[in-house]
């Protein structure tokens, strides 16, 4: 089990102006943050990042849609973080969501559904370093 997880404020919450929202909403659930960023994914690493959906039907919209704006990347901690912070989130789908999850709050639709969560501690070891150099986690 691991205390780390990743995540990312997608394009979507970004350009509606929910980062802020979302960021306090994470420190609240006694999240700490190890690293934070702001940047923008071109096709390219969005491509990169999401290579493991690449023969998936959406991966084209998915890469288009991650590359369409700035997006705040992070590392959080916590005590159980992957399934912490999923929990948080809540489902994919914002209309399947938990009432006061993440995504239920600020999610327009599966497509945009404003951040993304590591899925298992190995993953969340993996996105983390693709953002973040050792040197910018703490």
């Not at 404020?9 to 306090?24: Q, T």
């Amino acid at each position: 089990m691991s205390n780390r997880t990743f995540t990312m404020i997608k394009p979507d919450a970004f350009r509606n102006g929910h980062s802020g929202a979302i960021l306090d909403r994470i420190i609240k659930e006694g999240f700490n943050i190890k690293a934070l960023k702001m940047v923008k994914l071109s096709a390219e690493k969005a491509g990169e990042f999401y290579a493991v959906h690449k023969e998936r039907p959406f991966y084209g919209e998915l890469v288009a849609f991650m590359s369409s704006g700035p997006i705040i990347a992070a590392i959080l901690e916590k005590e159980n973080a992957v399934e912490s912070f999923r929990t948080l989130i809540g489902a994919t789908n914002p209309a399947q969501a938990a009432e006061g999850t993440i995504r239920k709050m600020f999610a327009t639709s599966v497509g945009e559904n404003a951040v993304h969560g590591s899925d298992s501690n190995e993953n969340a070891a993996i996105e983390g370093a693709f953002f973040f150099a050792g040197l910018e986690q703490f």
